[in-house]
């Protein structure tokens, strides 16, 4: 009897065991389906409007189509707000990455705050899911292996909206500049597509970051005599500075202004008949087509003010469908950045936001840009009806050509 019992206890311990052995090997193959993502941006300030709420709802979304909730898989969304500092973005992402077992952070509006997350996205090897941070150093000097740079980049702003003004007789160009990572890039990319076609830079200056009176600014662009009034800013910083040259009189005395990055968040708030005649490059616009309208009204009808998504919103979606795309492909959550984004790499993009395209091995989503411009009020045929797409930038056109990448990840 002992002996039967012996027998019989050991192979249970044996298959107790197996199994343990079993659900180790499954892990260890990527067969956990649990993930968390932390939607790190501006919640408060002068960036809230373009990624804030909106972006965790495009986020949860995008969860929730993704329909991976249906076959097993538990993912949550967390969200936190950087206040536009870089040591608080990576106080938060080190926070969540310890404590709470995040993979993947996507956002990030403010270049300072991505770059500096993208250096902790590497260090833990987990996915930085860039959308917000325009600085096309993410995918240059100082890309790695864990960042993605999923919507658009101080490159496709520059060719677009600073070649087509250049071309159109804006040959002399004076910037006002917000003082951070973001405003350097995007007045450097903009300066070299000016003077490649032709044009000059007559000089620049820096304003602080969420400033509120540019009047000292804008009576040095307008002392400049430039044709073009270069604003390399965004979001609060854009609106005020576009109203504030209003009242200085800046586009009647004949110079145009530029804005090198407008949201139709930003246009909303400005109204058409102050963001009228306006030009700018984005990926994204709400009325593009079938697919960018029928997402756009759905995110509009959650959004507690009805606001139309943002591109960087939109991005925020396209982005984590994409990115939870990989993982299902991978048989479950590896909790290796690296490894996720190889495989984002390898598989194609397809969404109805953006379309197809490849993710490039410098992290560059490869997608369309469009220039457009803001309609005047009795062009508009009602609510967030304000853009008009004078002509599309190929996908090619609108992001850094390899051969001349510096990023170390590309191969030449």
């Avoid at 659900?23 to 389906?33: I, L, P, R, T, V």
Wanted: net charge neutral; hydrophobic share 40%.
């Amino acid at each position: 009897m002992t002996t039967i019992f012996a027998r019989r206890s050991a192979a249970v311990l044996a298959c107790a065991a197996f199994g343990f052995a079993t659900s180790a090997f499954a892990q260890d193959k990527g067969q956990d389906k649990t993930v968390t993502i932390g939607v790190l941006n501006d919640m408060s300030s002068l960036y809230a409007d373009i990624g804030g709420p909106g972006s965790v709802l495009a986020v949860k979304m995008a969860v929730e189509d993704s329909g991976l909730a249906a076959k097993g898989w538990k993912i949550e969304v967390v969200s936190g707000d950087h206040q536009n500092k870089p040591d608080v973005g990576v106080n938060i992402s080190r926070q969540w990455i310890d404590t709470q077992k995040v993979d993947m952070i996507t956002d990030t509006p403010n270049s300072g705050v991505a770059l500096a997350v993208s250096n902790v996205a590497k260090e833990k090897n987990v996915v930085l899911l860039n959308n917000g941070g325009a600085s096309a150093d993410l995918t240059g000097k100082a890309c790695n292996a864990n960042t993605i740079s999923y919507t658009y980049d101080t490159y496709m702003l520059a060719n677009g909206t600073g070649k087509a003004l250049t071309k159109a007789g804006g040959d002399t160009w004076f910037f006002l500049t917000a003082d951070y990572a973001f405003g350097a890039a995007l007045e450097r990319d903009t300066s070299a597509v000016v003077t490649a076609n032709g044009g000059k830079v007559l000089g620049g200056v820096k304003h602080p970051l969420n400033t509120s009176d540019f009047s000292s600014f804008l009576l040095q662009a307008q002392n400049s005599k430039a044709k073009i009034v270069g604003l390399a800013n965004a979001g609060g910083d854009t609106t005020n500075s576009i109203k504030q040259a209003a009242e200085f009189g800046i586009v009647e005395g004949g110079q145009k202004l530029a804005a090198l990055l407008l949201f139709i968040n930003d246009v909303h708030s400005l109204g058409l008949k102050t963001a009228h005649g306006l030009t700018f490059t984005e990926s994204f616009y709400w009325d593009l087509n079938d697919g960018t309208r029928a997402w756009s009204k759905r995110f509009q009808e959650k959004m507690a003010n009805k606001a139309m998504p943002s591109m960087t919103q939109a991005g925020n979606y396209a982005g984590v469908i994409h990115y939870l795309k990989a993982l299902e492909a991978l048989g479950g959550n590896p909790h290796d950045g690296a490894k996720v984004v190889a495989k984002m790499k390898e598989i194609p993009t397809d969404d109805p936001l953006f379309g197809k395209g490849p993710l490039r091995e410098d992290g560059r989503r490869i997608i369309p840009a469009y220039l457009f411009e803001v309609k005047k009020p009795e062009e508009s045929k009602g609510a967030w009806d304000y853009y008009k797409l004078i002509a599309t930038i190929s996908a090619d056109d609108a992001a850094k050509p390899l051969k001349d990448s510096e990023c170390p990840l590309v191969k030449k």
